[in-house]
């Protein structure tokens, strides 16, 4: 009986040994570190205004010629980087589509004095995650944003076609690169322009808008301008076109908040023989160049808003100030003062989006136009009506993944529990 015993105890004792040595050997130990894997990209552009490729101002000579004659003057006397130079800009690539897991980078860098931009887009993700963040397909949307008088004009809003994350990061940083529409074609981002008789290569933004207004004594065919006053006229055309000046004003909540002057570009005139070359309209001020910004606003919670749902509106203001010769004083006279309104959302393809341009009236036609880069050529698609077009989630540029690794250690603690009761059972017996 004493030897059973004496059996029995030995047992329970090399159990208990066994317990011992078995949670000695997986010892709870800390989960191994994740190792993240970071890939740099550095994309570099020469940004333009949003002006039409010389390529498409060419096609536009036969069909076109008064459309053609405007913008090739126009391009070939105004700098291509006028209103994008030693802006803060800010570029922006996220999902558009449902994916295995969001994305958004983000890069903000300020332009150098000819419109030249260089963004770091820094890609941080677990080195086992899968699938890759470059190999994600689906659609992306690609947008670069523009800090303005305390504003954040969304410039370039694009949605890609179906491809790869890989392909868009390196298009971007292609100085031939381009991005899918989504019908399938290939939006390119380079083109040439005219400048100053020279070809000039860069990306143009189409929510930067450069425009003259063609300022003359004919409102149209039948009816007038105010005549001039009395004083200007002894003197020669076009000497007293250094009087006028035109300046736009942009208004929010009834606010000014932005407003920007030019006066005659003699440039411009001296090219078109003041308007005659192009117009067959003698005498003819080309006012300008003025810059706005197309007002799809991006808000601090990450959502683009519809210009057309915006309390916004712009002045267009002609004025005439000339020195009175009896006092020295200079006499301010107003020749024009236009109330201008904002376009909704146009679709180009199915992926390049725009909107807010000005929506001015053509007093020589007697109808509304856009005032945009291409002028009345601009197709039109309404995207949606909705005030908030899109919300972009707030995050970095880094893909991070919760993981939990029980590992054996766990395995072993459970099964020392449910035994451990019966140890004691024996033991006690």
């Known amino acids: ?54 390529s498409y101002i060419d096609s536009l000579k036969l069909t076109h010629p008064l459309a053609y004659g405007i913008l090739i003057n126009e391009e070939n006397v105004t700098a291509p980087w006028l209103g994008v130079a030693g802006l803060r800009l800010t570029l922006i690539i996220a999902n558009a589509t449902s994916m295995q897991y969001p994305i958004l980078l983000k890069s903000t860098s300020v332009s150098g004095l000819r419109g030249g931009v260089e963004w770091v887009v820094n890609l941080t993700y677990p080195v086992n995650l899968m699938p890759q963040p470059l190999s994600l397909s689906g659609r992306w949307l690609v947008s670069i944003v523009a ?82 006053p009395v004083v200007l006229n002894n003197l020669p055309f076009p000497s007293y076109l250094r009087y006028f000046t035109i300046t736009l004003n942009q208004f929010y909540k009834g606010v000014l908040v932005n407003s920007t002057s030019a006066g005659v570009d003699y440039l411009l005139g001296g090219e078109t023989d003041y308007g005659y070359r192009v117009f067959n309209i003698s005498r003819l001020a ?92 601009l197709g039109e698609g309404v995207l949606s009506n909705a005030c908030t077009l899109i919300t972009l989630s707030p995050s970095d540029s880094t893909i991070r993944v919760n993981t939990v690794n029980t590992g054996y250690w766990f395995i072993m603690l459970h099964w020392l529990r449910l035994i451990t009761p019966l140890l004691i059972h024996y033991w006690v017996r």
């Open 1 to 54: 009986m004493e030897s059973g015993n004496l059996v029995i105890l030995i047992t329970i004792t090399l159990l208990l040994v066994l317990a011992v040595v078995t949670l000695a050997v997986y010892v709870p130990s800390s989960p191994l570190p994740v190792v993240y894997v970071s890939k740099v990209y550095i994309i570099s552009m020469n940004l333009t205004h949003g002006e039409p490729p010389l």
């Open 286 to 377: 080309p006012l300008g160049p003025l810059v706005y910004y197309s007002p799809i606003l991006m808000l601090p919670n990450g959502s683009l808003i519809n210009p057309s749902c915006l309390p916004m509106y712009y002045e267009l203001t002609v004025n005439l100030g000339f020195i009175n010769p009896a006092y020295g004083n200079v006499i301010p006279v107003t020749l024009l003062n236009e109330q201008l309104g904002v376009s909704g959302i146009t679709v180009i393809n199915g992926s390049l989006i725009l909107g807010g341009y000005l929506v001015g009236y053509d007093f020589y036609n007697l109808t509304y136009v856009k005032i945009t880069p291409l002028g009345g050529l």
């Open 147 to 228: 800090s303005v008088g305390g504003f954040n004009y969304t410039v370039f809003l694009f949605i890609t076609g179906s491809e790869s994350l890989g392909d868009v990061l390196g298009n971007l940083t292609s100085v031939n690169g381009y991005l899918i529409e989504a019908n399938g074609f290939k939006y390119y981002l380079w083109h040439h322009y005219l400048y100053n008789g020279s070809l000039y290569y860069g990306v143009p933004l189409p929510g930067v808008t450069v425009f003259y207004s063609w300022f003359g004594n004919d409102l149209n065919a039948s009816f007038r301008v105010t005549s001039l």
